[in-house]
């Protein structure tokens, strides 16, 4: 046999030996995260941030600003406790967690107006009255009072709640929604009610 048919018949050969492998589609990697949700409190922020660059509102593209600021540093801070990245921006975004960054905004917002008003700076507390008033057009109308402790009065006695110990309990229990009733003054209603031991009271 010649070198050119030895040749050919062993290319031949090894053409037929070699594993068959189907072609397949090339792999598309992406988040398992929704993308495009405009319905979420982190996609409206997003939108008036751009509306507001458009129209130049420099007040509210500020405070727009700080709040998305807030939402990157709670990422990284969950990525430094070793979560997934994609894990950690869609952590951070969820409505209950940019919900409560606002509210602590709006905490900030309202401790510092009233400072700046008790001595007599009522140039600085007006711009923080109307930074707290930007932030509150992202959430809607909160409970009062009176209704954020009607709520919790009523799980207390569905919790058959009767001393302190059964705090937990309790603000486990309330239904109420963050965004309407802040989860700090919903634990402060609890303990009060408790320790006056109004769930009694007939």
């Known amino acids: ?18 594993p068959q492998v189907a072609k397949v589609p090339a792999l598309r990697l992406y988040s398992t995260a929704p993308a495009g ?3 979420t409190l982190f996609s409206k922020l997003k939108q008036d941030l751009k509306a507001s660059m458009r129209s130049k509102d420099q007040a ?7 709040i998305l600021s807030d939402i ?3 990422e990284k801070d969950y990525l430094s406790k070793g979560e997934p990245e994609d894990a950690c921006k869609a952590q951070a975004q969820t409505d209950t967690s940019v919900t409560e960054l606002i509210q602590r905004a709006q905490k900030k917002r309202r401790d510092s107006a009233e400072l700046y008003a008790t001595n007599d700076r009522s140039d600085l507390a007006d711009k923080e009255r109307a930074e707290l008033a930007i932030l509150s057009s992202f959430l809607p109308e909160p409970l009062s009072d009176q ?21 937990g309990a309790v603000i486990r229990a309330v239904t109420l929604d963050p965004a309407r009733a802040p989860k700090a003054k919903v ?5 009060r009610l408790l320790v006056s031991a109004r769930p009694s009271a007939p």
Do not use: P, Q, W
């Not at 009065?153 to 302190?164: D, P, Q, R, W």
């Open 37 to 39: 949700n405009t319905d």
């Open 1 to 18: 046999m010649s070198n050119h048919a030895f040749r050919f018949a062993a290319g031949s050969l090894a053409r037929c030996l070699a």
């Open 60 to 66: 509210r593209l500020a405070v727009i600003r700080s």
């Open 147 to 167: 209704e954020v402790e009607a709520h919790v009065l009523a799980t207390i006695k569905s919790c058959n709640a009767t001393t302190i110990k059964d705090l």
């Open 72 to 74: 990157t540093y709670r």
């Open 187 to 191: 634990a402060e209603t609890a303990k």
